[in-house]
T-cell receptor
Framework: DSGVTQTPKHLITATGQRVTLRCSPR?????VYWYQQSLDQGLQFLIQ???????AKGNILERFSAQQFPDLHSELNLSSLELGDSALYFC?????????????FGNGTRLTVT | GENVGLHLPTLSVQEGDNSIINCAYSNSASDYFIWYKQESGKGPQFIID?????DKRQGQRVTVLLNKTVKHLSLQIAATQPGDSAVYFCAENMENSGYSTLTFGKGTMLLVSP
C-alpha cells in the first residue's frame, strides 16, 4: 500500500458531463501529481501541485483543472467529457517539489465515458 | 490488462531465472531515474531509483544499471518469481521549460511461468 488514496475507483459517465476525482497524498507529502494512463498513450503527466500551489503543467487539456487544498488533498476536475477521455487517472505524491525523489502512486480512478 | 493496447514488448521467463528489462531514455541531461512495477488494476509501484552520478545500485533482488554513454537503463531481477509478473516502466527526470518532469517509458511486460 503506497499510502496514496484515490476515490472513486470507478466512474462511468456520459459525454458532455463533468466529474471530480479526489486524491489524498501520503502523510507528510506536500507534492501531488496527476497522470493519465490510456491504452495508446501510456502514462502522461497532467499537472503538479506543491503545498497548495501549481508547480508544473504537462499535457493537460483546458477542459481539465485541478487544485490542492490546505489539507493537501487534491481534486482533478474533468469537464465537457469526450469518449477519448476514458482512461485511468492516477494521483501520486512525494515529499519534495522536484522529481528528485520517488513518486508514490495511488491505485487510480478508472473513468469510462459513454 | 490496462496496457494491452500499447503492444508492449514482453519478456517471458521461468520461475527462478534472472530477468533483465531494458530501457532507452531520451534526454542526455536527465539526472534521476526510477523503475516502477505496475500490476493489473493497481498503480505504479516504486521499485528502485538511481541518480546520474552512479552507474549501479542494488536493492532486494533487484539491480539497476545506468549507462549514460548510450542512454540506457536496465533492471535486473534475481530469482524471478510469479509475483514479479507485471508491467515495468522506467522513468527519467528531465528539465523542461524551467521545471522538472518525470517522463515514463512505454513499459515492458514481464511474464513469469512456474
Amino acid at each position: 500500500d503506497s499510502g496514496v488514496t484515490q476515490t472513486p475507483k470507478h466512474l462511468i459517465t456520459a459525454t458532455g458531463q463533468r466529474v471530480t476525482l479526489r486524491c489524498s497524498p501520503r502523510s507528510g507529502d506536500l507534492s501531488v501529481y496527476w497522470y493519465q494512463q490510456s491504452l495508446d498513450q501510456g502514462l502522461q503527466f497532467l499537472i503538479q501541485y506543491y503545498n497548495g500551489e501549481e508547480r508544473a503543467k504537462g499535457n493537460i487539456l483546458e477542459r481539465f483543472s485541478a487544485q490542492q487544498f490546505p489539507d493537501l488533498h487534491s481534486e482533478l476536475n474533468l469537464s465537457s467529457l469526450e469518449l477519448g477521455d476514458s482512461a485511468l487517472y492516477f494521483c501520486a505524491s512525494s515529499v519534495r517539489d522536484s522529481y528528485n525523489s520517488p513518486l508514490h502512486f495511488g491505485n487510480g480512478t478508472r473513468l469510462t465515458v459513454t | 490488462g490496462e496496457n494491452v493496447g500499447l503492444h508492449l514488448p514482453t519478456l517471458s521467463v521461468q520461475e527462478g531465472d534472472n530477468s533483465i528489462i531494458n530501457c532507452a531514455y531520451s534526454n542526455s541531461a536527465s539526472d534521476y531515474f526510477i523503475w516502477y512495477k505496475q500490476e493489473s488494476g493497481k498503480g505504479p509501484q516504486f521499485i528502485i531509483d538511481i541518480r546520474s552520478n552512479m552507474d549501479k545500485r542494488q536493492g532486494q533482488r533487484v539491480t539497476v544499471l545506468l549507462n549514460k554513454t548510450v542512454k540506457h537503463l536496465s533492471l535486473q531481477i534475481a530469482a524471478t518469481q510469479p509475483g514479479d509478473s507485471a508491467v515495468y516502466f522506467c522513468a527519467e527526470n528531465m528539465e523542461n521549460s524551467g521545471y522538472s518532469t518525470l517522463t515514463f517509458g512505454k513499459g515492458t511486460m514481464l511474464l513469469v511461468s512456474p
